[in-house]
């Protein structure tokens, strides 16, 4: 009996380098930082701004992630991603609406009269995983995210058109502002590229930020569909994404489309966005809108790549206010996972045009600055 109780502990110990092979958790992270510069306020009575900065180029971070093979053909995927404030040594990611506390105010001790007032408050959270908290399953045709994670319109722009990532104070979204970066509350499908032609990304949130309220009251609900094909070294995108508060009227939202082609010795970029948003006031009776235009490149020399960008904005009422930014920087790989960096940009407006463009970068405010300049280096691990 006891040889047999042996043998099945030695059989079964055999048995955990085959399961754990289809296992796997991952720690990792990111830090960015260096020194930066902006100037050239809205304010003309604020001056300029130095610092030292985490997260210029991309978010510092903490993460994990990790995968399960269910079975052949599906696995089970997760992933929790923390922001990291590293020149403070904090957390970067703020509060959240966690839901609502209903407090019914009696004025007898029966708690019965028409006088009694029932009062509501929104109750907050300190964000943890703020940069993706998510679960899903994926199988050879599609896989499925619940959680907190990117949009599919932000990963158009993250991934293929804007060459700084929209990172840096060059980023795209410092004039397309209509960018949506995360959603709560979301359901997410992707599939690869079938034949290697066509592939599709869509994403449904119930509320783009917190906790459902009840009734779902005040929520706002995001839908963003996203189609892509691909042609010898172009990838075309198509993005709509759409926006409104539950049970409201008015909406806003984009339609998005995008090239991005790698020719080897240069890989250019070039997109559009017509933007419509019913949820502010009309201009002379007409919904505001804008268009945008988007064309960068990127040049590879080795272990340096030079970067340039141009994005330009006009509302398409009776305003006619317009913006451009132009941006460029290099990139200097050390190692495999160390990089350094420079990045200037500029933003001109019209001077009808008190705010809405500023030079943000991956996780700091542009503060009404529309010059800046980041210096920096970048690990992973």
């Not at 050239?40 to 990790?66: I, K």
């Not at 722009?157 to 509350?185: M, Q, W």
């Not at 034949?195 to 599709?200: P, R």
């Not at 350094?340 to 600055?369: C, L």
Request: charged fraction near 20%; aromatic fraction near 10%.
């Amino acid at each position: 009996m006891q040889k047999k109780l042996i043998a099945v502990a030695i059989a079964g110990l055999a048995a955990v380098p085959a399961f754990a092979a289809d296992t796997s958790v991952t720690l990792y992270g990111l830090i960015d930082m260096g020194a930066s510069w902006r100037g050239n306020n809205y304010d003309n009575a604020t001056a300029a701004r130095t610092g030292v900065d985490s997260g210029q180029m991309n978010g510092s971070r903490l993460g994990v992630r990790g995968s399960e093979e269910i079975m052949p053909g599906l696995k089970a995927n997760f992933r929790f991603e923390a922001g990291i404030a590293a020149d403070i040594g904090g957390s970067n990611q703020g509060t959240v609406s966690t839901g609502q506390k209903t407090t019914k105010v009696c004025t007898n001790a029966a708690c019965t009269t028409t006088a009694n007032a029932v009062t509501t408050e929104q109750t907050t959270n300190q964000r943890v995983w703020g940069r993706a908290s998510w679960v899903g399953l994926q199988g050879d045709y599609a896989e499925m995210r619940l959680g907190r994670m990117y949009t599919p319109k932000f990963n158009m722009y993250a991934d293929n058109i804007d060459p700084f990532g929209l990172g840096s104070v060059a980023e795209t979204n410092n004039i397309f502002t209509h960018i949506v970066a995360r959603a709560d509350n979301a359901v997410y499908v992707t599939t690869p590229f079938f034949g290697n032609v066509f592939a599709v990304e869509a994403m449904y949130s119930t509320k783009t930020s917190g906790d459902e309220a009840a009734a779902n009251a005040g929520d706002t609900r995001l839908i963003d569909i996203q189609p892509k094909l691909k042609f010898g070294p172009a990838t075309f995108f198509v993005d709509y994404t759409q926006q409104n508060v539950h049970n409201a009227t008015t909406k806003k939202g984009s339609v998005d489309a995008g090239v991005a082609a790698d020719f080897k010795v240069v890989k250019a970029t070039l997109a559009y966005a017509r933007v419509k948003d019913e949820t502010v006031a009309k201009v002379n009776g007409s919904t505001r809108g804008w268009d945008r235009w988007n064309v960068a490149g990127t040049v590879p020399m080795g272990n340096l790549s030079l970067l340039a960008q141009y994005s330009y904005s006009k509302d398409r009422n009776s305003l006619k206010e317009k913006a451009e930014q132009i941006g460029f920087g290099g990139l200097y790989s050390l190692s495999k996972r160390t990089t350094v960096y420079s990045v200037y940009s500029k933003i001109n407006t019209d001077p009808s045009v008190k705010s809405g463009y500023e030079v943000a970068d991956a996780t700091n405010s542009g503060n009404g600055y529309r010059a800046g300049f980041n210096l920096g280096v970048r690990h992973t691990f």
